[in-house]
């Protein structure tokens, strides 16, 4: 039966050397390290070329600074909007991957109005949104909120077409 992966496999035998018989049985040892534990290998996520599949999405970390509504349009040129984040793990996935960085996404407000995504679906305080604006960003550790007109990166978001192929990095999901 084969050793879970991690795990040292010792062999032990014993062995009667016909040039040292005065010793009597010689005990050797050999130990076996199999390789490490990894994500079992699934097809690749049905993203474009720079996008990053994480659980059913795929998501686009664009590096050149626009305002909300430029942000928009370039999602939309890559078949995706401002990323919506749904659970607590996208929202730790997305600061995680973001490096510190301001990056726009999809929630926005109408004067003192309740958030909204652009889905037009209405926000579930799944977690606090900082400032006074009207777009939300993620800002290192949370989510924090400008001025639409302000200049920042953007995160858009898609679905993928086969969620059951979902590659999943175990490194991004135990961000703590």
């Known amino acids: 039966m084969p050793f879970p992966c991690g795990l040292n496999h010792l062999k032990v035998s014993l062995q009667k050397l016909p040039s040292m018989s005065h010793l009597g049985m010689l005990c050797l040892f050999s130990a076996k390290k199999h390789p490490p534990c990894t ?8 993203c474009l070329e720079s996008g990053i599949g994480f659980r059913n999405k795929c998501f686009y970390f664009l590096e050149e600074e626009v305002d909300w509504e430029g ?3 370039s999602c939309l040129s890559r078949q995706a909007q401002l990323a919506t984040i749904d659970t607590k793990e996208e929202l730790h996935f997305l600061l995680r991957y973001g490096n510190f960085k301001e990056y726009w ?3 926005w407000r ?5 958030w909204k995504w652009l889905n037009g679906s209405l926000f579930n305080a799944l977690f606090d949104i900082q400032g006074n604006g009207h777009c939300a960003y993620t800002n290192s550790h949370r ?3 400008d001025r639409c007109s302000e200049m920042k990166f953007s995160i858009c978001s898609h679905l993928q077409r086969h969620p059951s192929e979902v ?3 175990p490194e991004i999901l135990n961000f703590t």
């Open 71 to 73: 942000s928009q349009h």
């Open 143 to 145: 989510i924090s909120s």
């Open 110 to 114: 109408e004067g003192s109005g309740p």
């Open 167 to 169: 590659q999943k990095d």
């Open 105 to 107: 996404v999809g929630l």
């Open 39 to 46: 994500a079992p290998t699934l097809p690749a996520p049905n």
